[in-house]
């Protein structure tokens, strides 16, 4: 906790702080902008200065562009639920997904993804869609394209709020049908969902 808040210029001192988590955002981050600049911007000085970083989804795209990775477009995007995603077997995925069901589910929503991962890193997580979680310098940086800090009651009123968006997505009953198994699936597995961020705490 930063007891000392802002400079005069606004800016925090990162270096007071041990953890970082960076969690969604909108737009893509591949797009030349001042938004996106300031993102890539701040992020440089948060890894110079913060010993551990966790990013969720935008905040994998963020710290992936920065470290010198590349984000595409997503051939499938994954709204609402990643699906069927699969720990690794190296130590530190076995670790951070400690008690975690072989196969799981997350709360999801995105349309890009991570087309080249910079040196140093390697793949946690995966499904039949994309890369759903990395890390690099045995765990100081973890990043996953899915939510674990997102219930899935969140996603649904997000998912109501900008339903327009998804006309060409899902036919009004695929969409009624999602919110409902968004529904089912937070009384079934809210438990479940936070499983490996709280490890990662643990771990740092």
């Known amino acids: 906790v930063d007891t000392h808040g802002p400079n005069d210029k606004g ?3 990162h270096s ?3 953890a970082v988590v960076w ?3 909108g737009g893509n981050i591949y797009q030349s902008n001042d938004f996106n600049r300031d993102q890539l911007a701040l992020c440089e000085r948060v890894l110079a200065d913060v010993p551990y970083c966790w990013g969720s989804c935008w905040g994998l795209l963020v710290v992936v562009t920065v470290l010198g990775g590349l984000i595409a477009k997503a051939d499938t995007p994954e709204i609402g639920i990643a699906s069927d995603i699969v720990a690794g077997s190296t130590g530190y995925a076995q670790e951070l997904y400690r008690g975690k069901p072989a196969r799981f589910d997350a709360p999801a929503h995105h349309g890009d993804e991570v087309s080249r991962l910079p040196g140093g890193f390697e793949v946690l997580a995966e499904n039949d869609v ?3 979680a990395v890390a690099a310098n045995e765990g100081r940086i973890v990043c996953t394209q899915y939510h674990p800090e997102l219930s899935y009651d969140y996603l649904r009123k997000l998912l109501i709020f900008w339903e327009p968006n998804y006309a060409d997505l899902f036919s009004q009953q695929e969409f009624q049908t ?3 198994s968004l529904t089912a699936k937070e009384q079934a597995e809210g438990d479940l969902r936070k499983i490996e961020f709280k490890n990662w705490l643990g771990l740092i």
């Open 130 to 132: 994309t890369v759903q």
């Open 11 to 13: 800016e925090l001192d």
């Open 178 to 180: 999602l919110l409902s």
């Open 23 to 25: 969690t969604g955002g």
């Open 16 to 18: 007071r702080f041990k």
